[in-house]
């Protein structure tokens, strides 16, 4: 079983800078791929940035030199570092980690709520 953990959203005004972290515990596979996806309310949940353990990086167009990720692979941990934020940053931030090793796993935090607001 894997188990994901968020931290660090809030209320932030629009311009300023907020650092999400997600921590992963369990039988992770070696060969991962850990991000963050969002969700505003009335919206599908979307792609923000994944990491891979290789080092390759994916960024949604929408916060590409706003946002970025950065993972401890020592730690199983994740890091989304938003800055810049605009109110239509705001949504339930989620956690994310999976692998294929002959089967697909996904797995998801509870997610965290950023909110960009005056």
């Known amino acids: 079983q894997v188990q994901l953990a968020e931290s660090g959203g809030g209320l932030v005004q629009p311009g300023g800078s907020l650092r999400l972290s997600c921590g992963a515990s369990?039988?992770?596979?070696?060969?991962?791929?850990l991000g963050w996806y969002r969700q505003a309310p009335g919206k599908q949940r979307e792609l923000v940035a994944v990491?891979?353990?290789?080092?390759?990086?994916n960024y949604a167009d929408s916060v590409k030199g706003r946002f970025t990720i950065s993972r401890d692979n020592a730690k199983n941990a994740v890091y989304l570092q938003m800055n810049s934020l605009k109110p239509e940053d705001t949504a339930v931030y989620y956690c994310?980690?999976?692998?294929?090793?002959?089967?697909?796993?996904?797995?998801w935090g509870q997610g965290t709520q950023v909110t960009v607001s005056s």
């Open positions: 369990g039988n992770i596979f070696s060969d991962n791929a």
């Open positions: 994310n980690a999976g692998w294929f090793d002959g089967d697909i796993w996904d797995y």
């Open positions: 990491a891979s353990t290789g080092g390759s990086v």
